[in-house]
């Protein structure tokens, strides 16, 4: 029996919750405690004309789920209107908020969706944060996970909360999540197995400094017992030094057979790649898991990123297991995600690119490729650093459409790290205004994308590539990054 879970059940029955944010998050903790008993009020900035909050609040009518709003520009005066026993903020506000001080000054309990998840949860919990490489290498181990046997539940920052599902979780099953800056910060919470696949400039739109959001990623593991474990990328300065604060056991991985085992620490297991050999070594017992060659997914990000998951799940799984998932797992959208071939182009989607980092990491792995196209790039700036993005892009792409508000950024990175390459450059015009959730731009987002599609396909040349990869945010324009690729799949598929 689940007695934290129990105990919280009798806690939150007659209470008053508020819930801050009506998010994929947050829709389903509502539901759930509306199940509980709990009288739950619903806080979101968006106002009751816009068309997502008016479906989500017919949506909440007709499952006859009653809850009381605030909602539009002025939604948290409501706060100090009522006194709550419990508020649930939304990742994307910070805690010293004057409000949600205010809420716990009164006494309530301020706490996330995610945090009281992993409070709750009976399951063994892994959990993967870093700037890059989250959602596959979350993936990655949640597959391999179900390899070995184990029923497992994959969710978090990745698009599935599991909250109203931990009452048919056992202590025998095994969860996975995908931790963004924004769940971890002020998270007390750690898991029980968490990997930091690497730390770069991101999101300091957001955090106060750097600092600040590297301390929210060591929150996955900074409360973790002797019994814990923390994997670590030995190959980024940031992760590796994160060894310092760590109190349970620690696991490194890299790429590089050096950095893996700098130090020459005996003591941490290591799992690393030797010439193309995945090797995983601890106390002096060497386990080569499969080739490199063998995995399906294309990158050295890749690489990386199934040496975390091994590091992650070797003891739980067997190196066949292992060996199976690189061979067999395909990837997951939005990453290099082939769409179709047209006329000899094959087209890519990598939504998911919504950082120079992450995008430079693409291109690498198309180089690696021998791949030759045009890239189709732009969204919104996370003040993040735009440094050998240039360069990368150069070396597979010389036919640039840029369609987003950090095109300067990209054009200036691109000029200054040419060095006599040539290129040309295509700018979709790029209203500040146009917004798909608004019905009066919607038609301007999709016509200023069909036409970068456009160009694209008329610059592109038989046995090449289009790559969408956006070097920055989806928040221009559409409502996330899913929503994005999602609607380039759509309009690539539609072309004739």
Not at 63 to 73: L, P, T, V
Not at 180 to 189: A, D, V, W, Y
Request: charge should be negative; charged fraction near 25%; aromatic fraction near 8%.
């Amino acid at each position: 029996m689940n007695y934290r879970l129990q105990d919280f059940k009798n806690y939150i029955r007659g209470r008053k919750a508020a819930v801050i944010g009506v998010g994929i998050s947050n829709r389903p903790l509502i539901r759930w405690l509306c199940g509980l008993g709990c009288n739950v009020t619903a806080f979101d900035k968006l106002s009751g004309d816009d068309p997502v909050m008016s479906e989500t609040i017919k949506e909440f009518e007709r499952e006859n789920i009653c809850i009381n709003w605030s909602i539009g520009d002025n939604y948290l005066d409501g706060l100090a209107k009522e006194d709550y026993d419990i508020v649930f903020k939304t990742p994307k506000m910070r805690f010293e908020t004057e409000a949600l001080q205010a809420c716990k000054a009164g006494g309530s309990i301020l706490t996330t969706e995610m945090e009281l998840f992993m409070s709750l949860c009976p399951a063994e919990i892994f959990a993967v944060t870093g700037s890059d490489g989250k959602t596959t290498t979350s993936t990655l181990t949640s597959e391999i996970l179900r390899k070995a046997g184990y029923r497992v539940y994959l969710g978090g920052n990745i698009g599935t909360p599991l909250l109203d599902k931990v009452e048919d979780m056992t202590s025998e099953d095994k969860v996975v999540l995908e931790l963004s800056s924004f769940q971890l910060l002020g998270m007390h919470t750690p898991a029980d197995v968490a990997i930091v696949t690497n730390i770069t400039p991101n999101h300091l739109d957001f955090h106060k400094d750097y600092d600040e959001y590297i301390r929210a990623k060591m929150n996955v593991f900074i409360n973790q017992s002797a019994c814990g474990r923390v994997i670590l990328n030995s190959g980024c300065d940031i992760t590796y030094d994160m060894r310092k604060e760590a109190r349970g056991r620690v696991m490194f991985f890299s790429s590089d057979r050096e950095s893996a085992l700098r130090d020459g620490s005996s003591l941490c297991p290591h799992a690393y790649l030797d010439g193309t050999e995945l090797v995983y070594e601890d106390a002096g017992s060497r386990t080569v898991i499969c080739d490199k060659n063998d995995i399906f997914i294309p990158g050295n990000h890749n690489v990386e990123n199934f040496l975390a998951a091994i590091a992650a799940t070797i003891g739980y799984a067997d190196a066949e297991d292992i060996a199976y998932v690189a061979k067999n797992f395909k990837g997951v959208p939005h990453r290099i995600e082939l769409i179709r071939e047209l006329d000899g182009v094959r087209w890519y989607n990598s939504s998911i690119d919504t950082s120079p980092n992450r995008s430079m990491n693409t291109m690498n792995a198309l180089a690696d490729r021998d791949e030759h196209g045009v890239l189709i790039c732009g969204g919104a700036d996370k003040k993040c650093i735009y440094t050998g993005l240039g360069d990368a892009i150069l070396k597979v792409c010389d036919r640039i459409v840029i369609y987003g508000s950090n095109g300067d950024l990209i054009e200036d990175i691109l000029a200054e790290e040419a060095c006599g390459r040539k290129y040309s450059v295509y700018r979709i015009k790029d209203n500040p205004g146009d917004v798909y959730e608004f019905p009066q731009t919607r038609d301007n987002v999709i016509n200023a994308f069909n036409e970068a599609i456009g160009k694209a396909r008329e610059l592109a040349r038989p046995e090449e590539i289009v790559i969408m990869s956006s070097v920055g945010t989806s928040y221009d324009h559409f409502r996330h990054f899913e929503h994005r690729g999602d609607m380039f799949r759509e309009l690539v598929n539609d072309l004739k």
